[in-house]
Nanobody
Framework: QVQLVESGGGLVRAGGSLRLSCAASVRTFKSFAAGWFRQAPGKEREFVAVISWNNGTTHYAGSVQGRFTISRDSAKRTVHLQMNSLRSEDTAVYYC?????????????WGQGTQVTVSP
């Protein structure tokens, strides 16, 4: 069973930076991509960024484009999210997720989440 574990969350002032990491318990599981999502209090979970394990192709939500950078180490099955110029509206629980290589590309593996709090 593949487990994803996030780390790196915390409290930071607006304008500051944080780096999140996500490590998989199994390095050889089949997967096309890994992504980051977030959920703020009272809101639905939303997409943040995704990266292809194979060629590193990335895609970002418009709200984080230019401020966040997703990266990966495919051999280790780890993915990172560098967050710069943080804003109070970035406050949320951040989750990493990965698909299992099935054609539907559904995210089936999820981490437990890590809290990011941005103070004014």
């Amino acid at each position: 069973q593949v487990q994803l574990v996030e780390s790196g969350g915390g409290l930071v002032r607006a304008g500051g930076s944080l780096r999140l990491s996500c490590a998989a318990s199994v390095r050889t599981f089949k997967s096309f991509a890994a992504g980051w999502f977030r959920q703020a209090p009272g809101k639905e979970r939303e997409f943040v960024a995704v990266i292809s394990w194979n060629n590193g192709t990335t895609h970002y939500a418009g709200s984080v484009q230019g401020r966040f950078t997703i990266s990966r180490d495919s051999a280790k099955r780890t993915v990172h999210l560098q967050m710069n110029s943080l804003r109070s509206e970035d406050t949320a629980v951040y989750y990493c997720a990965a698909d299992n290589g099935a054609p539907d590309l559904e995210y089936v593996y999820w981490g437990q989440g890590t809290q990011v709090t941005v103070s004014p």
